[in-house]
């Protein structure tokens, strides 16, 4: 199955200097259990990842932490040398522990680390981009950022980062990088039920800077996911489908980023991110988040 990027649902963003589908890939579940060690099933893996691209997806999201290194290097080994239209994002400021936790590590020495660590792994002399996670597992948490993203403007001028962004930041944050050095994206928990973020979404987007949700079905209540349900009956589809679809209509900077380690479902939801909603249901839609 092979078709190209134009055809693919949300056509394109322009992320830094690249034009990328706004339908990524999420890598992080080709891991193992917990986002921990090796998949089970490695060749599928690497089947995942190859039909991702040829799909015409140009914009794949990773992390050393994931695994942690595993998903880098199945990417590695599936895509390297990697076609020149692909673009991969990957994210620091957090590390592993044994208990398959995610401890903070954002002193100027772990980041520096981390991003030695994304490109070895990746196999790359320069990183597409790179985001600076904030916060925790609970969500993001006040304070500056400062000291970290000067970090990464600095790698970035070593020639080691092309493209900086933050992750799971308060509008305060955003803000302060900004003002710190330019961002390409701000990848925030956002979708039907959680639209904490839409002032956010529609300032990036009048600004040129790209806007990624992760966890598109992440934190519904049941009222929320059966009202989900509902509209997704009704045009004979899935939930995901409907998730991912209404993400795309919202704004044109989001870029969508969901994961799988399973070829049907990458191609589930290729498709079904290309459905068609109507004012109706988006109306109906917009009702879950308020």
């Known amino acids: 199955m092979n078709t190209s990027s134009a055809s693919l649902p949300g056509g394109t963003w322009t992320l830094g200097d690249s034009s990328v589908t706004r339908f990524g890939y999420g890598a992080m579940q080709l891991a193992g259990p917990w986002v921990m060690g090796p998949p089970a099933d490695h060749d599928g893996a690497l089947a995942v990842l190859r039909e991702a691209v040829g799909l015409g997806i140009t914009h794949i999201d990773t992390s050393d932490a994931y695994g942690p290194r595993f998903t880098n290097e199945l ?67 006040p304070g500056s950022i400062a000291e970290a993203f000067e970090t990464l403007v600095d790698l970035r001028q070593e020639g080691l980062i092309r493209h900086l962004g933050v992750s799971n930041v308060t509008a305060e944050q955003v803000a302060e990088a900004r003002s710190i050095a330019p961002i390409v994206c701000v990848q925030n928990m956002y979708n039907l039920a959680h639209r904490h973020d839409d002032d956010l979404v529609d300032h990036l987007a009048a600004d040129g800077i790209a806007y990624v949700p992760f966890f598109p079905l992440g934190g519904f209540t049941p009222l929320q996911s059966e009202a989900l349900s509902r509209v997704a009956k009704r045009l004979g589809t899935t939930p995901m489908s409907v998730a991912l679809a209404w993400l795309l209509r919202r704004s044109p900077n989001i870029l969508l980023i969901p994961g799988t380690s399973s070829l049907a479902h990458l191609r589930e939801n290729v498709a079904g991110a290309g459905l068609s909603l109507s004012d109706e249901d988006v109306a109906e839609l917009d009702g879950i988040g308020h």
């Open 75 to 141: 990417i590695r080994e599936a895509l390297h040398p990697y076609p020149e239209p692909l673009f991969i994002a990957t994210k620091v400021g957090a590390t592993r522990d044994a208990q398959g936790g995610w401890p903070t590590a954002r002193r100027p020495e772990d980041l520096r680390k981390q991003v030695h660590e994304n490109l070895g792994s990746l196999g790359v002399d320069t990183l597409d981009l790179v985001n600076l996670r904030m916060g925790d597992a609970q969500g993001p948490r």
